[in-house]
């Protein structure tokens, strides 16, 4: 008599079509997980799916502006009737709009806090109850720059400082309910950011967006009485 196949984890990640989303969609599913990705680009995202499946995975493209209340709504309906569970979340998405901020338009602002911090939220808030049944990881990628403010971010260290709030205040409301609430906190990585292509600075460490994805399967993996609130993951060569 063969036994029936096991249910995969399922991994939700958001600003999944580019970068360090990217890789980590593709790290999940080279662990056996189905993976739904978000994102806004439908022609990246199309290609970050292959690229999970191709390591194995199961994955999910959801064309997903995760600023818009109703279409993280319907994102994660669709993830509960397709997949019936969410194990993992992974709060990615993110925008770099960078420049002086006397000169720095409410657009630009509203832009960089309703996707970095508002679209974090939304998300979290849509993932929980689907997180509430099983238990499991909720992270976010948070910067250096949600630590120490730099000259000419300032929506964008204002959005990350409130990510590493937002976090905190989950994990005391989740953890007694089975939800390891974290946040990797990444130095430099080597991938496009705002208008800035993907290039190395003479004499500047970079993590690479693979390192980033480590991270979280670090967390995902840990052991059920262990819990990583928050990971600064520092460049070292």
Known sequence: MSMPAETPRVAVVTGASRGA????AIRLGREGMAVALLA????????????????????LPLPTDIRDEGQVQAAFAAI?????RADVVVLNAGVGITGPTERYTLEQWRT?????????????RAAIPLLRRHGGNLIAIGSGAGKQGYAG???????????????????AELGDEGIKVSTVIPGSILTAFGS?????????????????????LYLVQQAPQAWTQEMNLWPFR
Not at 21 to 24: E, H, L
Not at 196 to 207: E, S
């Open 40 to 59: 806004r680009g439908a022609d990246d995202l199309a290609r970050a799916a292959e690229a999970v499946r191709a390591a194995g995975g199961q994955p």
């Open 21 to 24: 989303g990217r890789a980590i």
């Open 153 to 171: 971010m300032a929506a964008y260290c204002a959005s990350k400082f409130g990510l590493i709030g937002l976090m905190q205040s989950l994990a």
């Open 80 to 84: 509960e009737r397709q997949l019936g």
């Open 196 to 216: 800035k292509p993907a290039v190395r600075q003479p004499g500047k460490k970079y993590l690479l967006p693979e390192d980033v994805a480590e991270a979280v």
């Open 112 to 124: 960089t806090l309703d996707t970095n911090l508002t679209g974090a939220f939304l998300c979290a």
